[in-house]
C-alpha cells in the first residue's frame, strides 16, 4: 500500500482571501501548500478594474509570510461597466488571469454582478479573442427557481446560450455540484472546463440538515443530492482534463456563520490536500490526484506546471485546528467528518 505520495506543487484555480485581517489570517493556510491561486475580486467594493487588482495584488503580497513564493493570479469582477480596454490592458500585462461573471444576487457580495448578458457583449468578445477564461458562478437567481434546481436551469437558459452567441470564450464552470455541471462540463470541447470543491466531494444536503443545521456546511452553490455528490467523486477522480481543484475556501468569521442569516462559505484552505489524499484514496484514486490537483488546471489556463513538489505521507490521524484565528473573531475549519491520514510533509 502507498504510504508516500508526492505531487507536482498543487494550484487552487478558485479562492477567497478577502481583506485586511481575514487575509493576514488566511493567506499562510493557502500559501502553506499551493503555489499559486485565482484569487475571487468579490472584495466590498469589488475589484473591476485593473487598477483595483493592481492595488488587491499588492496588498496580497505585502501579508505574505516571510520567504513565500505564493503567487496570486488576479481576476476582474465582470459589472455592466467593465471597459473592454482596460480589461483587455490588464489580460495584456499578464495581471489578470481571468474574469469572474458572479450572476446579480447570486452569492455573496453578487450585487454589483451582472443582470442583462447583453450589456457586456463587447467585454466578452475581446475575451474570445484575448483566450482569456470567463469563470462562472452558475447559478440562476429567480425566487420561482428552487435553490436545489439553480445550477442546472443556469446550465440550460444561460450558460449554453452565452457560449453559442460567443464562439471562442473560454469558459469555467465554477464550482459545480450537479450531474447536469459534470455531463455539460464533459460534452464541451477545448474551451469548457470545470472547478470542483474539496467540500462538495465530502458533504451532501443531509449534512447541512440532518439532525440541526449546520451553518459550517452552508455555502453556495448549496450541496445537493447524494446521487450528485457521487458524480464529482467521478468527476475529480477519473483524470480526465476538464476537471481540476478550485477550493472556494471562504471565510466568514463565526459570528456571521452562526446567525440568523448565516453567510455562505466553506473553509477548507487549511486541509484541502489531507481531504483530497482521503477522498482519491476511499475511491482508489490515488494515482489520479496529481492532474486533479496540479496538472489539468495550468493546461486550461495555459500556465506552466509548478516546477516543486509536495510530499504526502500517510500515517495516524492529521491534527489540524479547528479554528483559525483573525484577530477580529474566529473562523472554522471545515470539519470533513472523517479522519484524515495523509499529512503534507
Ligand atoms: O459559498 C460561497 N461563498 N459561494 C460563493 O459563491 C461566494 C463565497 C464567498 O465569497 O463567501
Ligand atoms: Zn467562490
Redesign the pocket.
Known amino acids: 500500500m502507498t504510504q508516500t505520495l508526492t505531487l507536482r506543487r498543487p494550484d487552487d484555480w478558485h479562492l ?1 482571501l478577502r481583506d485586511g485581517a481575514m487575509l493576514k489570517a488566511v493567506l499562510p493556510e493557502s500559501a502553506r501548500h499551493f503555489a499559486r491561486a485565482i484569487i ?1 475580486p ?1 472584495l466590498v467594493p469589488p475589484v473591476v478594474t485593473a487598477a483595483d487588482a493592481t492595488a488587491y495584488r499588492d496588498r496580497i503580497l505585502a501579508a505574505l509570510p516571510e520567504g513565500s513564493a505564493f503567487e496570486p493570479l488576479m481576476t476582474l469582477y465582470l459589472t455592466e461597466h467593465t471597459d473592454p480596454a482596460d480589461l483587455r490592458a490588464a489580460a495584456e500585462s499578464g495581471l489578470i488571469k481571468a474574469v469572474k461573471l458572479y450572476p446579480a444576487g ?4 453578487s450585487h454589483g454582478g451582472v443582470r442583462d448578458l447583453d450589456k457586456v457583449r463587447a467585454v466578452l468578445e475581446a475575451m474570445a479573442e484575448l483566450g482569456l477564461p470567463l469563470c462562472i ?1 452558475g447559478e440562476v437567481t429567480m425566487p420561482e427557481v428552487d435553490i436545489f434546481d439553480r445550477e442546472a436551469v443556469f446550465i440550460d437558459t444561460v450558460l449554453d446560450p452565452l457560449r453559442r452567441t460567443t464562439p471562442g470564450l473560454r469558459v469555467v464552470m465554477e ?1 459545480i455540484t450537479t450531474s447536469e455541471g459534470v455531463a455539460y462540463a464533459r460534452a464541451g470541447g477545448p474551451d469548457l472546463a470545470a472547478t470542483i470543491t474539496t467540500h462538495h466531494l465530502v458533504i451532501n444536503r443531509n449534512h447541512i440538515l440532518v439532525g440541526g443545521i449546520k451553518p459550517h456546511y452552508y ?3 448549496v450541496a445537493k443530492r447524494e446521487q450528485h455528490r457521487l458524480a464529482l467523486r467521478e468527476a475529480a477522480t477519473s483524470g480526465d482534463a476538464r476537471f481540476f481543484l478550485g477550493t ?1 475556501s ?1 471565510p ?1 468569521m463565526d459570528a456571521l456563520k452562526e446567525h440568523a442569516c448565516g ?4 473553509f477548507t484552505a487549511t486541509n484541502t490536500l489531507s481531504i483530497l489524499a482521503e477522498v482519491f484514496e476511499q475511491d482508489g484514486a490515488l494515482g489520479k490526484l496529481e492532474a486533479f490537483t496540479s496538472l489539468n488546471g495550468p493546461a486550461f489556463y495555459r500556465l506552466p506546471v509548478n516546477e516543486g513538489t509536495i510530499t504526502l505521507t500517510k500515517g495516524d490521524p492529521v491534527a489540524y485546528p479547528s479554528k483559525i484565528d483573525t484577530g477580529e473573531g474566529q473562523v472554522t475549519v471545515f470539519d470533513p467528518g472523517f479522519p484524515l491520514h495523509w499529512r503534507v510533509a
Open positions: 477567497h475571487m468579490n447570486a452569492t455573496t457580495n458562478h464550482h455555502c453556495l452553490p472556494d471562504a466568514h453567510c455562505a462559505g466553506c
